[in-house]
């Protein structure tokens, strides 16, 4: 499987590709953990991956860590500066990827920007940027992500939006507008191209422990990144249109959607 | 206690840049990770968990500060190799292995963590990210391994992990009687196995005294252990904290009469699987909380080789006198002293006790550390929570060379902790706040004032 990841560096992202070279329980050197008859007989496919993000050095630093944890040679992740706020990196950053991997099967996309709704009414310059790179690159890049995946006959594009797009609610309102647009533009990628063989996964994550949500309050049902990741990879593999992280979030945010204004005015949620 | 916030970013260099303290899984008994009364910020480490670089020649690994024990065993055992020291638990962090200079079983045969720590990378108190090793800046390097994290924050640490003939421990574990058959098997252990350790009832008296169980290990060969790796362990938890009294004299001399006849056979050997052996008390999550809501402390001594068992013996009837009931009592052996300025291994007997924190706990400690001065020995910072500055001072002839380098790298004594306001007498948040003439404007931000308990 050959994998580019933008934003792989931090938080679910960074997860998500330790689980690609190194899955939790399994076994890196690639000797098996237990000798179980079948199951150490069945080769898992080599994943191949290619880092995008806005910072070379730390892409690098990233890349290497995922060698060592994959027992791979060094240098057998690549990386090129791909930024959300600059729709002019998306294509170089993507071809790229191609020239490094030999093609592109599977395309995920974790970055993003965050601040607490709070903060967000009191910086409408960062309110601005937010709202651009959550919504505008986002959108900017899937569509170069989309068109070189259609090119060579479909793939998997997984995109994390989140909960909070799911429903106006007071504490994330500007956070939560982007989102829903994005959501939507993915509900309709889906829906568009299925049958070309592109696969469009909308992962929607709950309140997630990562350095976004680090000194926020925790709430009940907060999931780790690593479990995450490990849903995320099942849903690709499933090819599953929509991912809530934890699972709980699916029936918390179906709750949710149902509750008529009056009550969503009287709540903080 | 003010609340303080942790700073948790992937980018530990720059959350590092203005705050008195940086921690990692904050698993230390005592208070060395947590800020001084009244300091609102104190950075963590965890995110920071990158490998930078692995050489399997040289068994060389580089990583960034917040990479964790358990962790690293899970990518490198597979591998071959081990960390080169291991404490008694996994959930500690590389940043955390330098700055206790942590030492293991194996201490009489591999020193402690610092001795195979090859270089770090740290922000010191100017804000300056600088180098360090047993040759570059010498000085900032041996007070930073051991040094609690007070002489700037630990960024990146490279040390050079040991290999091992297979990922499984052969071990033997002998049952005896009291702690003069104790101690002499556990010297003669010393001169042929790697790695021992053991731990005694210290509720028995008499001719019983210090009866309990010596634990010998070694990597087993590839020929007697299994042919693959061993799956990382089921753990268990203790969800929520039990009630508070649960863990008194009587239940601790129950537990201890239990795992002492658990061991019935006089030896036992045998291949177990590396976690059952270094980290036992990993296997049940939030152990602690079997303590209820007022906690437990531990203390841990070094009493030199020069006071012998009679030290040691000693040392038990003043626990036994004390009535202080430890349901865990682990004695190993101390080899050499290491580089680091303030390490806590010299030549000698460690003990290790934990008892549920109450009234007299300040008291007992006192006597504690009154009894380790007179023989000479240390305790360990890492798990100390109610030492007085006084009795650190006079146990710790070190201490000097220690702090003229903190004051050549940190000479306004940013770098901060609870426990350094408390053991190494740092002026506290309220105190500073008055000297500076801005904070003098604004007023003291949060008074602070020195815990104290009834003596």
């Not at chain 2, 007299?360 to 798990?383: P, S, W």
Request: proline content about 7%.
């Amino acid at each position: 499987m050959k994998v580019v990841l933008l934003g792989a560096t931090k938080g679910m992202g960074r997860a998500l590709a330790r689980n690609l070279v190194s899955p939790p329980g399994g076994d890196p050197a690639g000797k098996p953990r237990r000798p179980k008859l079948e199951e150490s007989k069945v080769e898992k496919p080599q994943i191949d991956l290619f880092l995008l993000g806005r910072d070379e050095t730390d892409l690098a630093r990233s890349a290497r860590d995922l060698e060592v944890r994959g027992g791979r040679p060094v240098n057998s992740v690549g990386s090129a500066v791909c930024d959300l706020a600059k729709p002019d990196t998306f294509g170089p950053a993507l071809d790229a990827a191609q020239r490094a991997l030999g093609g592109i099967e599977v395309v995920v996309v974790t970055a993003g920007l965050f601040a607490t709704q709070e903060k967000l009414e009191a910086d409408p310059a960062f309110t601005a940027r937010m709202l651009d790179a959550n919504f505008t690159g986002t959108v900017l890049f899937c569509e170069e992500a989309r068109k070189r995946l259609l090119a060579r006959g479909g793939g998997t594009l997984c995109v994390f939006s989140s909960v909070a797009g799911e429903r106006g609610r007071k504490p994330v309102i500007l956070y939560g507008a982007a989102k829903a647009g994005l959501s939507h533009y993915l509900e309709g990628l889906d829906h568009k191209f299925r049958a070309s063989g592109l696969k469009v996964i909308t992962v929607k994550p709950g309140f997630v422990k990562t350095a976004m949500t680090a000194g926020l309050p925790v709430p009940p049902f907060a999931g780790d990144p690593d479990r995450v990741a490990s849903l995320v990879l099942a849903a690709i593999e499933r090819g599953a249109p929509v991912v809530y992280a934890p699972r709980i979030w699916g029936l918390i945010m179906l709750v949710i959607r149902q509750l008529p204004r009056f009550v969503m005015r009287k709540l903080n949620f | 206690m003010a609340h303080a916030q942790q700073l948790l970013s992937e980018d530990l260099a720059q959350i590092t840049t203005d705050v008195p303290l940086s921690r990692g899984l904050g698993r230390s008994y005592g208070d060395s990770s947590l800020p001084a009364d009244g300091d609102p910020l104190v950075a963590g480490s965890v995110l920071a968990d990158r490998i930078l670089a692995f050489d399997p020649d040289s068994g060389i690994l580089r990583a960034e500060a917040g990479l964790s024990l358990r962790e690293m065993v899970r990518l490198f055992l597979p591998r071959g190799y081990f960390t080169p020291v291991s404490p008694g638990t996994q959930f500690v962090t590389l940043g955390g292995m330098v700055a206790s200079d942590i030492h293991g079983k194996g201490h009489h045969r591999d020193g402690c963590f610092g001795q195979h720590v090859t270089s770090l990378r740290m922000r010191v108190a100017d804000g300056r990210i600088v180098d360090c090793s047993a040759i570059k800046e010498r000085d900032l390097f041996r007070a930073t391994v051991g040094g609690m994290g007070l002489t700037g924050h630990i960024l990146e640490v490279s040390v050079r992990l040991k290999r091992v003939p297979s990922p499984w421990i052969a071990f033997e574990s002998v049952r005896l009687p009291n702690i003069d058959a104790y101690v002499a098997a556990l010297k003669e252990a010393s001169a042929t196995w790697p790695q021992t350790v053991g731990f005694i009832d210290c509720t028995k008296s008499g001719r019983h005294l210090g009866r309990g169980i010596l634990i010998k290990g070694r990597w087993a060969e590839p020929n007697e252990a299994p042919a693959y790796t061993p799956a990382p362990r089921r753990e268990r938890t203790v969800p929520f904290d039990l009630p508070s009294g649960l863990v008194n004299p009587l239940t601790v001399k129950l537990f201890n009469t239990m795992t002492y006849w658990k061991h019935f056979a006089l030896v036992r050997r045998g291949i177990i699987h590396p976690e059952t052996y270094f980290y036992p008390l990993d296997q049940v999550l939030h152990w602690n909380r079997a303590y209820g809501k007022r906690g437990f402390t531990q203390y841990q001594c070094v009493l030199p080789n020069e006071g012998g068992t009679d030290a040691v013996r000693r040392f038990l009837e003043l626990l036994l006198a004390r009535k202080a009931a430890s349901p865990v009592c682990v004695i190993k052996d101390c080899g050499a002293e290491g580089l680091g300025l303030l390490s806590f291994p010299r030549p000698g007997i460690s003990v290790a006790i934990d008892f549920a924190v109450n009234r007299g706990t300040q008291a007992l400690v006192d006597a504690l550390n009154e009894f380790v001065i007179k023989e000479g020995g240390r305790i360990y910072l890492a798990k100390d929570a109610f030492t007085r500055q006084e009795h650190y001072r006079a146990m710790e002839p070190r201490l000097p060379q220690w702090e003229a380098i903190r004051r050549k790298w940190d000479p306004e004594r940013k770098l901060r902790s609870h426990q350094s306001v408390r053991v190494l007498g740092d002026p506290p948040v309220g105190v500073r706040a008055r000297e500076s003439e801005t904070a003098e404007a604004n007023g003291p931000i949060v008074s602070a004032t020195p815990r104290s308990f009834p003596a």
